[in-house]
């Protein structure tokens, strides 16, 4: 199972911390990747960490946004700082998608997501 949480309502330059905890059939370092879904837009991908440690980020995420993982491997993190009105959306984990240097495409098991407001 995936579990995202963390999501809030925040206002415009704060930050927030969303997490991704893993159980039963995805429970541990597998590689996994966060997407969201913004008003207006399709699905994108936000940031992806292979199961050796490896992250990968969009253009659009690079610096503001930093993908990690606890030291069991069982709980992925994003914290995203310096967020705006664009970024309010749903944000969910995306469990083995295959990532390249700067995308990862996801796999087929998603969590239910954790939503995130930010307002002006």
């Known amino acids: 199972h995936l579990v995202e949480s963390g999501g809030d309502a925040v206002q415009a330059g704060e930050s927030l911390k969303l997490a991704c905890a893993t159980s039963?059939?995805?429970?541990?370092?597998?590689?996994i990747a966060w997407y969201r879904r913004t008003p207006g837009k399709e699905r994108e991908f936000v940031a992806g960490i292979t199961r050796e440690g490896r992250t990968v980020y969009p253009e659009s995420a690079k610096g503001r946004f930093t993908i990690s993982r606890d030291n069991r491997g069982m709980t992925v993190f994003l914290e995203m700082n310096n967020l705006g009105p664009e970024d309010t959306g749903d944000y969910y984990c995306?469990?083995?998608?295959?990532?390249?240097?700067?995308?990862?495409?996801?796999?087929?098991?998603w969590g239910a997501g954790t939503q995130v407001t930010v307002s002006a």
């Open positions: 039963g059939m995805y429970a541990g370092p597998y590689t």
């Open positions: 995306n469990a083995q998608p295959r990532c390249s240097t700067n995308v990862c495409w996801n796999g087929n098991y």
